[in-house]
């Protein structure tokens, strides 16, 4: 999938701005389907002629004989869109999407390295812009819009390369009673709430966040300073989970819901937990050992009360809460 301008972008002819309108007219019945000529100076792109407003210019009564054998600066459009060659083809469409009415269908002009490179129309540029949502939306968790398994595999492989890296489970505890008791749609809100959370606490610190699937959901660092933002998630949580239940659930601290063995018993509230991976003290040669070492944290979560988080390094029985 190509997702910079300068790989969908064609050749153009280009020409001096002393040029004259004759050589384009030439140039345009030679060439039916193109329908743009750059004009540069020093190898530079500063103008475009665009086929139709060319002969509007020249088709006028007088055009053809006040224009034709006059040079291209008189009719060339001064103030074209110009992008570089690794402009994403999502910002190159914005830009081109925001021009003006009558220079909406013009063509975008490619440079690499102050040279001209070529130009891309924009229907190949809205098309391949449709190919990139597309394959976008594929990577992404339809619930929370967050990166889904197929980024989240990509982070970390490439972590297994870093001289740093920290990577961080989190996991609601308690979920499946909540959705049993609240429903489906109140278990949803609770997810894409959850997932801001995160975000909004993690993303700052420099974290790449994925929702693994269900109530998981995964950070990525290259670093080790995730402490203090994983508590101010922690903490964030725990702050604002309460609007999530009713009066007498949260009187109760509690809810009356199915176990695993599928018996009713009093289930305690949703909480977050946190389990981190990082290569401070042992080196991961594969993304399954840091899975393995994922499970083995995320268990001993589990056998803690409230919202938590555990780190590698912590001996047995000891977690950090949020403070």
Known sequence: MQHKVGEVCQSIPHLAPSTPCEYVDRIFKQNPALQGVAV??????????????????????????????????????????????????????????????????????????????????????????????????????????????????????????????????FDLDYFKAYNDTYGFKEGDRLLQWTAEIISGGMVPAGGLVGHIGGDDFIVVMDHHHYSESCRTVLRAFDETINSFYSESHLTKQSVLAEN????????????????????????FGSIEEISTEAARLKKRCKNIKGSCLIEESMTPGVCAQPT
């Open 40 to 169: 540069t100076e020093g190898d530079f792109p500063v103008a475009l002629i665009m086929r139709v407003r060319f002969y509007q210019k020249i088709g006028t009564l007088y055009g053809y004989t006040l224009y034709m054998q006059r040079p291209v600066k008189l009719i060339m459009d001064s103030t074209p869109l110009v992008v570089d060659y690794e402009c994403p083809i999502t910002e190159v469409s914005r830009l081109a999407m925001a021009r003006d009415e009558e220079k909406l269908y013009d063509d975008v002009v490619v440079t690499s390295g102050n040279r001209l490179y070529g130009a891309v129309s924009v229907r190949d540029l809205l098309l391949h812009f449709a190919e990139i949502q597309v394959e976008t939306a594929s990577y992404m968790n339809p619930l929370t819009g967050l990166p889904g398994n197929v980024s989240i595999n990509e982070w970390l492989k490439k972590s297994l390369s870093l001289e740093q890296f920290s990577v961080l489970y």
């Open 260 to 283: 695993r063995l599928g018996k009713y018993e009093e289930i305690p509230l949703v909480s977050l937990s946190v389990a981190v991976i990082t290569n401070r003290f042992r080196q």
